[in-house]
């Protein structure tokens, strides 16, 4: 149990002082011969107490026996020393269970916690040695930190206090007075040691120990710090979230904040430590060579600085997590520790600056007294700084910043309260911190933007040469020594693995439009008219002071700066306003007081007094804030769990799928399932919540633990000739191109007549020509006078040599939209055709002297003249680029699809590529191999009909970012919100697709720029979505579970569990706009739940009886039901009002019903049937037989239907040859009926896979989705 429970705030209290008979033998030596020398003794671990400090009432007899035995003196002497392996203690010096154990036998199961190096320990809570003095010192605090070879960490805070050494083992007998006293005094210190890190917290634990420990006698000290001790174990560790603890430990209000998330540490600590010790540059080198893995050593005269610095400098790292070794404290004999050979971060006193720097070599000595940063061999820092582009905008940030608390409450009037003051500087210190933190990511993400652009996420590659080349020279040597080190390789996996932290947060929020639209589609990158003009103003201003501009404050959000390397390095666009802005919200729940005795039933009544604390206080939010909910829950759940109500502690975290799955405890919410008592599982499935959560976990422990992929490669050319398979990978790694079919044809035209193996040679030559490429496209320079011409969006991504032309000499151009000549002499503009315009295009030859030269000639509609190059022997390729380029421009525009044009782009990139490389007399036949548009259209007719080409708008790629197309199971449309945050995204009305795998992407319905890549919603498939007010959507899978997304934070963390198979459908009761409260789901076993969604509670259940139910839709308040071989009405009891069922014929061909759509007004049902090729119209009132059957054309049968104003649509399945084939591919049909006039008024044709799912955006547009072979979602025009 004590792997899965979380631990309370103390995990063990060591009290470490000078054994009693050192003290003894130094007492008398002093007084005997006056010895003027200080003297110095060795710490010893003289007590450890650890949890539990109470047991069951069956021990109570056993602990009385001992009681007497644990009251002890510290000076007492010790029957033995401690062993070489320091757990476990003799018995007489841990307290555990109430008491000592009485004989070493019984001490052999008494636990140290074993995180602890009790050998180490001693001397980390004396680091400055341990002193006899002639008068009595002030109380000092110190912080430590532990790390276990698996990298957990443990803290630590000491408190030092001295008390006066007396002659003699005991001077209290029998309540009598002292016989003498000394004048020498020895410390003592008390070590709280804890999981987690609240320095501040447990300091002022201990500062009101130190108010016991002032006026208590000797021989209580240990009563009062093991009470004190067996406090803080009643205390839990909040839950991740917005909820603190609060309680109470005279004199003190102490407060516990809790972590962010899982995945971050409690920050109890002033982050604005290092920058009261460090100026912003000399912070900006350490972070540097942190960052670096260099051995990093700080310095100060103060103990206690050492850890809050170094621990603050750990966090300003985030999410980049220190992997080295880590002490922040090391005491005088561990010095030695100096000299490891790996990168480290450790911390000194200052008195051993000089002797640290003249014994060691390349160490980075960092003076915390006086703000100086050094090395061992020099006095000054010779390492690569951060960029200065983010190094600036970090410096302009930090001084902006109000760091002293005293000018901050120059106009407040005094605090007559110390518990109030105190209040008043944490609420200041919480906001400040705040701030801090976001300037730190900024700074990271400044740094380290760029990364995801050269990752590979199929292959889990990183392109740390291209990287690198689009850094600036004097960045070059900073970045290739990060890359190089564990810490960036961490952050790497966690970038693979789309980890949707604050880094990822902040990324993706401060993109560019131009960023978002660029990530839209895979092209080659090449820069725009825009980063290019962009570029040369840059030249003649201060490059640096606008490499990040639009994170500066003097700079609108409406600017956009780009440079010749960074191109792709986005601004961060967060206002100076957005940066002070207050941390979240957080609620503060105060625990009870502390129980005047620490007895076994006193405990228990504390524990019972907080569950129902917890109740009371889940009462007060549950139609308030779900996410507070779950934390009570969550803290409701453990406390039960401690007092061993198990079937409470499971109903508890049962309701944290409702809450907040986040944090639902996996591994305790197991162990808890797995020691029910056998009463106790029987009464467990009498209870449906628990008899579900328990079938839940057994199920998810069924599962084989597929161990996640972590590794990454960085990528290396091949070695050994390739076959085609391993080609597809080797170009899919090098970030060439993704489409496999793409790199079949490339596959072919580069083994052209050849055996059908690429040899490691030729793949290096083609793959170097390929950067070569995209390394001379970043040079281009085009005069203004051009760029002026030219839409921002365009990019050059072909020039030709100098040619004589009909126009003139120049450069013939291409961009993705148009072919331009840029003459020569005079640079000019002169513009040849745009794509779409060209008419024809063929090879020619042209006179000159007694020679023919191979020229192209352009025919474009609208001109009459007709355009001649001679472009000699580059005249064939160029006929295929055009030819290309042309071709895929019209099929897009057909098509409304902008992705061909990207394909028909990329295909003549490897065109380029193919004839760069082989260099024979067969290059052209192998490149034109790779002109895909230009054959199909003669092959295959591509053409689409007039009323598919007005009726369709636009198409988008949901899988545009993963290796193959994905099936579109179903398409959800929220509307725009015209009251909320400042967030722009939030704003905007949204698309919600559900792919295969459990994958949601999230599209932005204003632009159709993709919003969230992948929220990953279970593993199965997904059937059905439903959003709700705004603020949620709900998604029903094959796994049984409705997932919940918050629409704010686009996550997924909660779910409803009670259906027991496989969801189908979901409906809302939209009478009520403004409150949507009635929501019902189904399963496919007939059983049909209504929702109170605000709660998320059950509000009836009933059962319909059939095969299987598909889908429910709720009309007027009356539900119909999808049941296969029949359309059911529902009255409000739940019993069936009215059956429509197959009809003969259909039944006999063992048919189902699809989709159903219903028209009250009308009295309308009208019906489809996957396999049917009609459309069947019945009247309810009549529900026996259908009045009406439409016959599809060229259809076999209805996938989906929608009604859409006075209009049906119907998703339907092609037949094989009719609407035209596509490589095989099967393309389906939509089509729009007429209700009235019961004829099918227009037939669309725009997908080349099935229809699986259709959506209406505010019955303006609908949306179609299409099955895996195509994959793609169509954007068509209600009229």
């Not at 476990?88 to 004989?103: H, I, K, Q, R």
């Not at 529902?1130 to 159903?1156: A, E, H, N, V």
Request: proline residues 5%; contains cysteine; glycine residues 4%.
């Amino acid at each position: 149990m004590a792997d899965y429970l979380p631990s309370s705030l103390l995990e063990a209290c060591v009290v470490v002082g000078a054994a009693s008979d050192k003290l003894q033998e130094v007492y008398q030596a002093i007084n005997n011969n006056g010895t003027p020398e200080p003297v110095w003794l060795e710490p010893e671990v003289l007590y450890v107490l650890a949890p539990p400090f109470v047991s069951r009432p069956q021990a109570e007899t056993k602990v009385q026996r001992s009681h007497g035995k644990w009251r002890r003196s510290f000076l007492r002497k010790k029957r033995e020393q401690l062993p070489s392996a320091a757990p476990p203690l003799s018995p007489d010096l841990v307290y555990t269970d109430g008491g000592a154990a009485e004989e070493r036998g019984e001490s052999d199961n008494v636990s140290v916690p074993k995180d602890i190096d009790l050998m180490a320990l001693p001397q980390l809570c004396f680091p400055g040695g341990l002193q006899v003095t002639r008068e009595q010192k002030e109380e000092q605090f110190h912080f430590l930190v532990f790390t276990d070879v698996f990298g957990n960490r443990t803290h630590g805070v000491v408190l030092q206090c001295h008390r006066p050494i007396l002659e003699g083992t005991s001077f209290y007998q029998n309540g009598a007075g002292p016989s003498k006293f000394s004048k020498l005094f020895s410390a003592y210190s008390f070590c709280v040691i804890s999981k987690y890190p609240y320095f501040t917290a447990i300091k002022d634990c201990l500062s009101c120990l130190l108010i016991q420990l002032r006026i208590c006698r000797l021989s209580e000290m240990e009563e009062r710090v093991k009470e004190f001790a067996a406090k803080l174990t009643l205390v839990p560790v909040p839950p991740p979230g917005q909820l603190h603890l609060m309680f109470t430990l005279r004199p003190l209000t102490i407060i516990l904040p809790s972590r962010e998330d899982k995945d971050h540490p409690a920050i109890d600590l002033d982050l604005h430590l290092p920058l009261l010790c460090l100026r912003p540059q000399q912070l900006l080198q350490v972070l540097s060579c942190l960052l670096q893995e260099q051995q990093v050593v700080l310095f100060s005269a103060d103990w206690a600085r050492l850890t809050l610095v170094a621990e603050s400098l750990l966090l300003f790292l985030q999410p980049l997590s220190w992997q080295h070794p880590y002490v922040p404290v090391l005491a005088r004999s561990m010095l030695d520790f100096l000299m490891a050979p790996t990168a480290f971060l450790m911390g000194c006193n200052l008195n051993h600056f000089a002797e640290v720097a003249a014994e060691t070599d390349d160490l980075i000595l960092i003076n915390l007294d006086n703000g100086s940063v050094s090395t061992s061999s020099s006095d000054t820092l010779d390492l690569p700084d951060i960029p200065p582009a983010a190094a600036n905008c970090f410096t302009q940030r930090c001084q902006l910043l109000q760091i002293h608390f005293d000018l901050d409450q120059c106009h407040h009037a005094s605090c007559t309260d110390v518990n109030e003051q105190r209040a008043q500087r944490r609420v200041w210190q919480q906001n400040l911190n705040h701030d801090i933190q976001r300037i730190m990511l900024e700074l990271i993400v400044n740094i380290f933007r760029d990364v995801s652009i050269h990752l590979n996420y199929e292959h889990r590659v990183f392109h740390s040469e291209e990287f690198l080349k689009t850094r600036e020279p004097a960045e070059q040597l900073f970045y290739k020594m990060v890359l190089e080190t564990h810490i960036f390789h961490s952050f790497l996996k966690d970038r693979l693995n789309k980890k949707m932290d604050n880094f990822a947060r902040m990324e993706l929020s401060t993109r560019s439009e131009t960023q978002r639209m660029k990530a839209m589609v895979e092209v080659p990158r090449r820069p725009t008219m825009q980063e290019i003009q962009a570029r040369r103003s840059s030249d003649t201003e201060n490059r640096l002071s606008k490499r990040l501009g639009m994170s500066l404050p003097n700079l609108g959000d409406d600017q956009t700066i780009s440079f010749q390397r960074n191109t792709l390095l986005n601004r961060i666009v967060m206002s100076d306003p957005a940066l002070r802005t207050s941390p979240k919200a957080v609620k503060v729940f105060k625990l009870p007081d502390f129980p005047a005795s620490l007895s076994f039933h006193s405990v228990q009544s504390y524990y019972s007094e907080l569950i129902q604390q917890l109740g009371k206080a889940i009462f007060s939010v549950q139609n308030e804030s779900s996410a507070q909910l779950a934390r009570f829950y969550y803290l409701r759940g453990f406390i039960n769990t401690l007092c061993s109500r198990r079937l409470d502690a499971l109903s508890d975290f049962q309701n944290l799928y409702k809450t907040d799955t986040a944090i639902f405890p996996t591994h305790l919410v197991t162990w808890l399932v797995d020691s029910l008592h056998q009463d106790e599982r029987q009464q467990a499935h009498r209870r449906p919540e628990l008899k579900r959560l328990i079938l839940k976990i057994k199920k998810d422990n069924e599962k084989s633990m597929v161990q996640p992929d972590d590794h990454v490669k960085k990528f290396a050319l091949p070695r050994k000739p390739l076959h085609q398979d391993e080609f597809v990978r080797c170009v899919q790694e090098c970030g060439i191109v993704k489409d496999v079919a793409t790199i079949h044809r490339l596959f072919d035209a580069l083994t052209d007549g050849k055996p059908k193996l690429v040899n490691p040679e030729l793949f290096r030559v083609f793959y170097t020509f390929w950067k070569d490429m995209e390394d001379e496209a970043q040079d281009v320079n085009l005069p203004s006078e051009v760029i002026n011409h030219l839409d921002n969006s365009e990019c050059v991504y072909k020039l030709s040599s100098c040619v004589k032309t009909s126009r003139g000499v120049g450069k013939i151009a291409m961009t993705q939209k148009r072919l331009f000549l840029l003459t020569e002499g005079q640079p000019g503009f002169l513009d040849i055709t745009k794509f779409r315009d060209i008419q024809e295009v063929k090879i020619t030859s042209a006179p000159f002297l007694l020679l023919r030269i191979p020229s192209l000639r352009i025919q474009t509609s609208g001109r009459p003249e007709v355009f001649e190059a001679n472009l000699k022997t580059e005249t064939e390729l160029w006929n295929l680029v055009v030819k290309e380029m042309c071709a895929g421009r019209k099929i897009a525009d057909q098509h409304k699809d902008p992705q061909y044009m990207i394909q028909a782009l990329t295909n003549v990139l490897l065109m380029d590529a193919v004839m760069g490389c082989l260099q024979t007399q067969r290059s052209i036949t192998a490149a034109s191999k790779l002109a895909y548009f230009d054959k199909i259209k003669n092959e295959v007719p591509m053409m689409v009909s007039k009323t598919t080409s007005e009726t369709l708008k636009h198409k988008i790629n949901p899988s545009q970012d993963l290796a193959e197309p994905q099936t579109v199971h179903v398409l959800l449309y929220t509307p725009g919100q015209l009251t909320c945050d400042d967030s722009k995204d939030e704003m905007n009305p949204k698309l919600w697709v559900a792919l295969s795998g459990g994958k949601v992407v999230v599209f932005d319905a204003a632009s159709w720029s993709m919003l969230e890549d992948c929220i990953q919603v279970g593993e199965s498939q997904l059937n059905c979505m439903m959003g709700l007010v705004q603020e949620q959507v709900w998604i029903g899978s094959q796994d049984s579970v409705i997932y919940i997304i918050d629409t704010h934070s686009m996550s997924c963390n909660k779910q409803l569990t009670e259906h027991r198979h496989e969801v189908t459908g979901l409906s809302v009761d939209t009478r009520d706009q403004h409150n949507s409260q009635l929501t019902y789901s189904c399963s496919c076993d007939g059983m049909i739940l209504q929702w109170d969604s605000s709660s998320l509670k059950v509000k009836r259940q009933f059962h319909l009886s059939c095969d299987h139910l598909s889908s429910i839709q709720i009309h007027d308040g009356i539900l119909w039901c999808c049941c296969g071989d029949s359309i059911v009405e529902l009255k409000k009891t739940g019993t069936p009002q009215r059956r429509i069922t197959l009809t003969d014929d259909l039944r006999s061909m063992s048919s189902s019903f699809s989709s159903f759509v219903v028209i009250p007004e009308r009295e309308q049902l009208w019906t489809g049937c996957a396999d049917s090729a009609e459309l069947c119209l019945w009247h309810t009132n009549n529900p026996s037989h259908p009045s009406k059957r439409i016959l599809l054309p060229g259809t076999s049968g209805v996938t989906c239907m929608i009604r859409v104003k006075d209009q049906i649509w119907l998703g339907c399945c092609g037949q094989a040859g009719v609407g035209g084939q596509c490589d095989g591919q099967l393309r389906s049909q939509l089509l729009v009926v007429d209700p009235e006039n019961h004829t099918v008024a227009k037939e669309l044709h725009a997908h080349s896979d099935s229809i699986q799912a259709l959506c209406s955006a505010e019955d303006r547009y609908i949306l179609s989705g299409s099955a895996r072979l195509d994959g793609k979602i169509a954007i068509w025009k209600v009229e």
